[in-house]
């Protein structure tokens, strides 16, 4: 070991406990140098990578291995490999700021005919680029996402349903174009299946994605497509990231996929940290796992949620297993955090929380002034959120919103015409293609779609119900008897004239398959009595926003059902009455089979709509068991739910009354 007066190095680096010395370098204790570096139980193995040309990272380290098998000990890498070093003078600082979105869901273009386009994550782009060629010397600015790229907006499309109909993953080439340094999983990116969503990693995301508590998947392979940590270098400043995803939410069972699974996000954080944090001067969590704990009401939902295992316990966790600076950036809940500055409430364990709701709607920023050596003594934070703008074209300039609304100068629009534009002329034919028209009524608005889904019977869900029995008459498996659908599922009304593509994308965004279970009279009976639970009551509704999500499952039917739900004196109490099925009292048919279409999101438990054993949520009172629905026998069909409506549409040229799109009075609400 060479003579510390003589190293130039600073007291700093001999005041490291347990570093070594070779010549002027100095190697935190936890790294180990191997021959070989692969990792074991207890250790994660270092690799250096290559970061996204267009970011800002100057040198990547990946950590592979398993952090579910154990706290991580050591951390290996090969002889004669960098390892990420701490270079800066004691007291010397750096400011840190990461610009950050979450649950863009794809709306990177929101495109329409008589507002004109909104240009979302061009508007991003244009921020991030500014505040980067603004940036001082002793600056970094990093852009990163915590997850859900995908599922939402007409771009998925892209992605196909097969290998060989893949053209492009449109959020992970916007992102790597954009100059995105990393990214974490979220539960949507396993949508339409883990083998295209490896494919749109391979082929698309120059930046590494990262998840320490998936595992099991057969396509997607842990530590190549995606690894559980990894620290970006820059001016000196060694940043660490850990990514998660939700653990309530995600599609895991999926019959193509079946180990896939999703681990405690907490359990992986606690094991990561403190090997992570001996190698970095700041650790940034990206938590796909949704602000709050347990049930928790923000951001898109209208009532509570399940969260699990959510930002409050992993900050919880993690605040306590390190004395550096730690930031969460957090996802899935859609919530809007800190948009005016700090709010105490979203610090836990010293651990600054924060969000930026979704769908491009904020650019969150957080601003970390950071003195090295010092951990969380010498540590200042500023946080907040920039607004994006919507586009109306149709407001003058003279009109006093006129500012409020996008306009040409507040969008990098070099970058939408090199990266954006291409993808939508991708899309140009099956966005614009006309697949029927809508007769104008009222009760197929969104007004009245949002107004009904939860509380009662919904024309429109009606109608997709109905045409998934007819389109039934050709499944492999024969004839359903009844289909079904959740309400949240239903995410816009449609307007009277032609119907695209695209409009009806709108209506039924989520990837979901058709997956046909075989049910008894007495399953359907206790399913429809968990049904009635379900409902939001007259009393709720007053104060609930109907634009929401109320995240309680609550399903809609085909017309060979019809029932009653009795309200009794609480959601308890409810019950499902009268019933009939295909015109027969559902009490003579107990004994009977009957086949039921079920959409992914359903079959698979609901995930945090619970039709998976556990307690209903989302504010419903009496700790009532959910229907477990995960039980049932299923007929994997293989085929899209939007896909099979779409082609009915084709069929019958028109949505609206004349073709079922209509309320018939199968379900009523009684006291």
């Known amino acids: 070991m060479s003579n510390p007066a003589n190293s130039g190095l600073s007291r700093r680096s001999f005041l490291k406990t347990g570093a070594l010395v070779a010549g002027a370098t100095i190697v935190p204790s936890v790294i180990s140098f191997r021959a070989h570096a692969t990792a074991g139980p207890g250790e994660l193995a270092m690799v250096p990578a290559q970061p996204n040309a267009n970011g800002v990272v100057e040198r990547l380290f990946l950590l592979k291995g398993d952090p579910l098998s154990g706290p991580i000990q050591t951390i290996i890498t090969e002889e004669g490999n960098p390892v990420p070093m701490p270079t800066l003078e004691d007291g010397e600082r750096r400011v840190l700021r990461v610009l950050h979105f979450n649950d863009m869901h794809n709306h990177l273009t929101e495109m329409h005919g008589k507002r004109g386009d909104t240009h979302r994550f061009s508007q991003m782009v244009k921020m991030v680029k500014d505040i980067r060629g603004a940036a001082k010397d002793d600056e970094v600015v990093l852009f990163v996402s915590a997850g859900d790229d995908h599922t939402g907006s007409i771009f998925d499309e892209l992605m196909g349903w097969a290998q060989e109909e893949f053209v492009a993953d449109a959020g992970y080439r916007a992102n790597s174009a954009a100059g995105v340094d990393i990214a974490a999983l979220g539960n949507h990116e396993f949508d339409r299946g883990a083998e295209l969503l490896k494919m749109g990693i391979d082929k698309d995301a120059n930046f590494p994605v990262l ?55 907490v359990e992986a954080a606690r094991n990561l ?41 992993i900050a919880d966790a993690v605040g306590s297993l390190t004395d550096k600076p730690v930031v969460l ?134 109608y997709m119900n109905d045409a998934l029995v007819e389109a039934s008459k050709v499944f492999p498996g024969g004839q359903v008897d009844l289909a079904l659908f959740n309400a949240t599922g239903l995410s816009s009304g449609v307007a009277k004239g032609d119907l695209t593509f695209r409009g009806w994308y709108d209506v039924m965004p989520y990837a979901d398959a058709v997956h046909v279970a075989t049910m008894t009279g007495a399953q359907l009976k206790d399913m429809l009595d968990n049904n009635a639970k379900r409902l939001l009551r007259p009393e709720e509704a007053e104060s609930v926003d109907m634009k929401g999500f109320v995240s309680r499952g609550f399903l809609h039917f ?103 799109a209509k309320k018939d009075g199968r379900l009523t609400i009684v006291q």
Request: glycine letters at 10%.
């Open 211 to 265: 998840s320490a508590n998936v595992h099991g998947s057969k396509h997607l392979s842990q530590n190549e497509d995606y690894v559980a940590a990894a620290i970006a270098e820059v001016k000196g400043l060694r940043i660490g990231f850990i990514g998660l995803t939700t653990a309530v939410d995600t599609r895991v069972g999926q019959p193509d996929d079946p180990s896939l699974a999703v681990a405690s996000p």
């Open 273 to 313: 940290t403190p090997a992570l944090s001996e190698v970095c001067d700041v650790i940034v969590v990206l938590s796909h796992c949704g602000y709050g704990g347990d049930q928790h009401k923000s951001g898109k939902a209208a009532t509570s949620r399940t969260i699990g295992e959510g930002d409050f316990a």
């Open 329 to 462: 950036i957090g996802g899935h809940s859609h919530t809007t955090l800190n948009e005016n500055g700090i709010n105490t409430d979203n610090v836990v364990s010293g651990v600054l929380i924060t969000q930026a709701n979704a769908h491009g709607k904020f650019l969150g920023d957080v601003a970390m002034s950071i003195a090295a050596d010092k951990g969380r003594k010498g540590w200042f934070t500023s946080v907040g959120l920039h607004a994006t703008k919507k586009r109306d074209k149709r407001v003058a300039s003279d009109d006093p919103r006129f500012a409020s609304l996008e306009q040409p100068e507040d969008y990098d629009q070099a970058f939408e015409e090199a990266h954006i534009a291409p993808m939508i002329k991708a899309l140009d034919t099956k966005l614009a293609e006309v697949i029927g028209q809508v007769s104008g009524d009222k009760d197929l608005t969104s007004e009245e779609t949002f107004a009904d889904r939860y509380v009662g019977e919904v024309a429109l869900a009606n």
């Open 558 to 660: 085909s017309k060979e059902l019809r029932y009653k739900i009795a309200l009794g004196a609480a959601a308890s109490d409810a019950k499902a009455v009268e019933i009939m099925l295909k015109g027969k009292p559902l009490d003579e048919q107990l004994e009977e089979t009957f086949r039921v279409a079920f959409n992914t999101y359903i079959a698979l438990g609901a995930f945090g709509e619970t039709w998976n054993g556990k307690q209903i949520g989302a504010d419903v009172p009496g700790n009532i068991a959910s229907f477990d629905v995960r039980q049932l026998p299923y007929e994997h069909t293989g085929l899209v739910y939007r896909n099979e409506v779409i082609s009915h549409i084709r069929a019958t040229g028109t949505v609206g009354p004349e073709t079922g």
